[in-house]
């Protein structure tokens, strides 16, 4: 009888630690591909180079960052926590773009604000020379707007003197 | 090279007063901060006798450490990754230096840059290194003594000003040893 | 002794630029033409005096004097003898004498032309160009000498002097460092000459406008003598950036042309703000409007060729292209000053003379068209000069460093590039002076709904993305409209004279090169476009590491890794070639051998991708070199690059197009006739 309980002990046992093992090995999953880390590292800039992406940097320390993504990938870290964290350790430049907050507002505003102002001169600089234009004497208004290439060719000829 | 003799009689309107303003103010403010940029490449690191703007360091075991707070002591500010192979060369020195120095009362900091915290903590062992390193969070650190590449070394002296400064690894445990006691001396 | 030779050259050079300037200043302002005349010979000089010096320069790159300092850093034994000549651009010094050599050639050329009836610009240009001229002078002189000779001082330092300083010994190096590997490539020969060419042939056009401005000769003058300078300028200047582009694409082994790095934009500004003004000068001469406006534009043009080649030399701004640091820095930002200060006090002082007839007809009419265009290219202007300033405006004010990359570009300019890919459309269609939305839209209509043939079909065959059904809409519209302007004109000649067709159309190009060359730019424009779509919308990558034998998937792509052989080659490097098999649809479509080559001397490595190039797209793959490289084990990055060869393709008709265009007229007069201010039919 006690032979049998050791045996179902062990067996309790050797269950659980198979259980222990499969549990680890499932939270970690498969070794996440190139592409995959690729596709984080392709967001992120060389936090050393200048302009680089991370995804094509060559050197070593590029590779390191590159493995801690396929780490913190595995690990089923978020891309957003892999761009958060790569922040907090490197600074914002490892970002593709400034981070909106603060003064970096004015990166995504300005260009957008410029043109409608630029919009709003050029729109009013047109009104004022087409009131220009009407209001100056009556021109000849019998050159119409005609741009028939055969007209056209037609007095090219005449004014050639045929 | 301007002709200004006989300008046509135009009244100068307010608008356009206004449109010239905007136009040299933009022109001047732009020169301004290309000239401020251009400053800032021309300047070297932190110089010695300046004085660095205090920050902490928040070493791998956790504690933290303030230079604000280490006035009255030498640091010896060391910038150094685990992918930088010229570091290699002054690891070793840098900790005999330790050694010898710690206790006189010189602390030594190595801040880790824009590395990886698995290979820099192999590279500590690797070297066998006891003084407090951390990681230079955000860059914060690094650019505040505008380092151009690693290693570099700043040693503050017991005014909190900069003693000395060392770009490039140090080539015996003696120049560091001149170094520190230059430093030490009042 | 040659280098003696060629930097005594240089230094009397920079005097006779500086004399020519200021005689020519001089003389002009106390009326004594004899002064001028003495200026335009000193001008003269300079060019020949330049050849000297490059040719002394070159002499030693050749002959391998590597005791001159510019000599080792670019040069060595192992290369070839076309690349030895090349390295005269290769390095900081060499490429500033080319540029100088440059401009005294155009300021050459620019003077060679009967003055008769505009006697009074020829000071002017004189003093712009010398100055610009001698500016360049002085860095190669005072600062970047690339005769200055390698020395050995006692304390074992190298120093870079021409003349032997106190207490050193010259030093002669067996061999010299050679020209980055990078730089070895046949884009790369000619692209720097192409970008220089295109930004020193654009101070011609700014002198002639300083001039003018000066003078008070503001009539259009200086547009009408300019107009082929500004049309070559735009030309080598695009040429200059496709081919970066082409050698990007080819070496650097990112499997992409243009990487909106800070350096690249700012050859791309001056790009910009030229084909604005190529556009807008036309508006001038058709309608006598927007003459403060082209000034404006030529000079942020100039301003921008100098800004664009402080910030590439500076350091100022981080990227890789720049050149390494150099003292020649406060020097430019001082001319940039200059520059920006006088002309903008000029242009002031004479902004009451510059009002035209400032009259516009109707909203929709060509001339508003075109302002509209110019409106875009100024948008699109912003956003790259904002995204190349705001790191360093972000670095100051905040101390945060950040980086403003490709996406921000991408996002903010592309709703402007279509806007301008509409107007392409439509603009061909409209007509100068008294029209209405009315004209305009019957005008329109039927080329609009051939057009829509295009989205239709592209729909059906499966794309689903926004942007691409609307940029191949676009494309088609303009293809359309071009091809309709084309056959309409021909089909006029024809039943005028009774040509063939073919030769109808090649009449009517050659009878009004402008507006058909224009066309035919255009056209090249869109081609490019559907090239740029296809990868920057399709573009499709994978990476894996692979043992010999085994397999890598890409949609309809697998490519096999058959073999490696590493091997040395004769000019001094190590060269990992891979084989790799290549299957479309499961049908083998041919070989690829990517490779890495690894440079002892620079200790530098290059990667050279495998390619396989269709119309249809480009398989490209590259060997990894920052992983172990061997038949155990290799990792293949590959992309696949829908429609990326109409990118190239669409270059060359844009050549075509520009050539066509500034062809000189066989007939002067007929090119010099005005069409008076409100005249309804119009011809380009």
Known sequence: MRKVGLLLLGLGFAAAALVAIAGRAAAQGPSPSDDEVNAVAKQLYCPVCENIPLDVCPTQACAQWRDTIRLKLSEGWSEKQIKDYFVEQYGARVLATPPAEGLNWLVYVLPPAAFLVGAFLLFRALRSWRHAAAAAPAAPAAQVANDDPYVRRLEDELKRGA | MTDGQGETAQPASPKRNFGIVLVWVAVLGLLAIVGVGLIRTQQGPAGVGSKPNPFTLRAFDGVEYNTAELVGQVVVINFWASWCKPCEQEAAELEQAYQQFKDQGVVFLGVNYVDTEPEARAYLERFGITYPNGPDLGTRISQAFRIRGVPETYILGPDGRLAHVKIGPYTSLGEIAEAIQAAQAP | MLANVGFFTIVVTFLVA??????????????????????????????????????????????????????????????????????????????????????????????????????????????????????????????ENPFARLWMT?????????????????????????????????????????????????????????????????????????????????????????????WAYDVLGWGGYWGWDPVEIAAFMPWLTGTAFLHSVVVQEKRGILKHWNMVLIILTYSLVIFGTFLTRSGVLSSVHSFAQSAIGPMFFAFIGLTFVISLSVLISRWSDLKGDNQLDSMFSREALFTLNNLLFMGILVVCFWGVIFPLISEIFTGQKVTVGPVFYERATGPLWAGLLLLMGVAPLSVYGRTSWNNLGRAAWKPMAISLVVPLAVVLLGVQNVAAVLGYWLVGLVVAVVAYEFWRGALARRKLHGEHLLVALGRLAGRNRRRYGGYIIHLGVVVMALGIIGIEIYQTETQGTLARGEQLTLGRYVMTYDALSVFDTADGKSVARAVVTVYKDGRNVGELYPRRDYFYASQQPMTIPGVRSTLEDDFYVILVDWQPIGTQGATFKVYHNPL?????????????????????????????????????????
């Open chain 3, 154 to 246: 006692v304390d074992g330092q190298q120093l870079k002097a021409l003349f032997q300083p106190a207490g050193a010994v010259p030093l002669f190096p067996a061999d010299g460092n050679g020209l980055n590997p990078l730089l070895r490539h046949p884009g790369m020969v000619i692209h720097p000459p192409m970008l220089y060419l295109g930004f020193v042939s654009f101070v011609i056009p700014f002198a002639f406008a300083m001039a003018a401005l000066i003078t008070r000769r503001t009539d259009d003058r200086w547009i009408r003598i300019t107009r082929r300078w500004t049309l070559v300028a735009w030309l080598f200047l695009s040429l200059g950036l496709i081919l970066g582009g082409r």
């Open chain 3, 18 to 143: 500086l004399y020519g300037a200021g005689a020519a200043a001089y003389g002009t302002l106390r009326r004594r033409p004899a002064l001028v005349d003495s200026a335009r010979h000193a001008m003269l000089l300079t060019w020949p005096l330049l050849s000297v010096a490059s040719g002394c320069l070159i002499g030693l790159l050749v002959s391998g004097a590597y005791d001159i300092a510019y000599v080792a850093s670019t040069t060595s034994s192992a290369m070839p003898l076309y690349l030895k000549i090349t390295s005269w651009w290769g390095g900081q010094a060499g490429s500033l004498l080319f540029w100088s050599w440059l401009m005294a050639a155009f300021a050459t050329a620019a003077s060679a032309r009967s003055w008769e009836r505009d006697r009074e610009f020829l000071p002017w240009v004189i003093v712009v160009t010398m100055i610009t001229l001698a500016f360049f002078l002085s860095l190669v002189v005072f600062f």
């Open chain 3, 644 to 684: 990326v060869n109409f990118v190239w393709g669409g270059g060359l008709i844009f050549i075509l197009g520009t050539l066509v265009a500034a062809w000189p007229e066989r007939d002067p007069e007929s090119a010099r006739r005005r069409v008076p201010a409100r005249a309804g039919a119009a011809r380009a």
